[in-house]
């Protein structure tokens, strides 16, 4: 589902806000659903932001110039050839999102009742309804590279981001050094993804390729006090949890993953690469804990009903329409600083 860029900016303009108050009868709305994002969900509680940029397959940033700014050496070297021949792509970025990379994540293709069609990004796409600059006329269709949703989450409790189309899917899956045919028709391929807590506190990101196939069946498991049995609705799975990694990630870094372009008839082209539709796509993850609550600082807020700032990273597709700043000295990447 395509989400246009002024839903996008809505939804993430209450984590960059990245306050709190008390509760008013008079709060806004949004507050309101930026308070929520948590509760209920325990003190471990994390937020996960997750974007799915598409682009066209002959797109040559996405396949390509991207990773030149990405260090890939996050992933241990024992695993690198099981995801490679699988197809998969993966590293992190530290920091500010690359300049072209947010230019990508923040673009939108507008058309107009005449059929004239245009671009805006960065600061031009701040949620107003530009109109046309060849006939002056307002856009009647929106359409954005972008699919993202941020949302609270429980530490070790798994979640499915499908990727492409539900399809036929006939590949060979190469697994230490063996190779399996997967014959599947209506299958959908995706990752599992879960958020751990490391002893030293750290977020620890845990993804698994699956492929979910056939129709919507009533699956029984043990309940949670192992009384009885509890049933929910799914279709059947085939996981592969030798070809899954890890990756910690610190606030200010984002997880991505890809497919190598030149690995045909492999999982992570079923999931990255659609040559039909002629597009081509990209997962960004990043994910923050819950700011920790000042108690002297929540009393004053109380007396004084004035708002409480906390800090936390900024949204993808805010980052391009903020201020500029000065650019920080370059860090070295993991492998440059030899951990």
Known sequence: MRRTRTLLIGLVLTAAAGCTTSAQPNSPAWMNRFRSLWAGLGPDALQAEIALVQQPLDNPYLSFDVWREIDEQVVPLERRPNLESNGFRLGTISGTVPSELQRVLTTERLTCVQGHIWEISGSENDGTNPTCPHCKLRPVKKESFVTARRKGVKPNDPTFQALG???????????????????????????????????????????????????????????????????????????????????????????????????????????????DAGVQSLLLIRVARPPTPDPKATAVASASAKPVHTTGPLPLALQSIMPKRPAPTPALTRSQSGE
Do not use: N
């Open 165 to 275: 189309p539900d399809q036929a899917l006939r590949i060979q899956v190469h697994q230490d050094g063996s190779a399996t045919a997967l014959d599947l028709e209506g299958a959908q391929a995706g990752l599992s993804i879960q958020f751990k807590l490391s002893e030293d506190g750290e977020v620890v990101v845990h993804c698994e390729p699956r492929v979910q196939h056939g129709s919507a069946l009533r699956i029984p498991h043990p309940s949670d006090d192992r009384s009885g049995w509890s049933f929910t609705s799914g279709r059947p799975e085939k996981t592969f949890p030798r070809l899954a990694w890890e990756v910690t990630l610190k606030p200010s870094e984002y997880l991505v993953i890809g497919a190598w372009p030149d690995r045909g008839d492999t999982l992570g082209q079923r999931c990255f690469l659609q040559p």
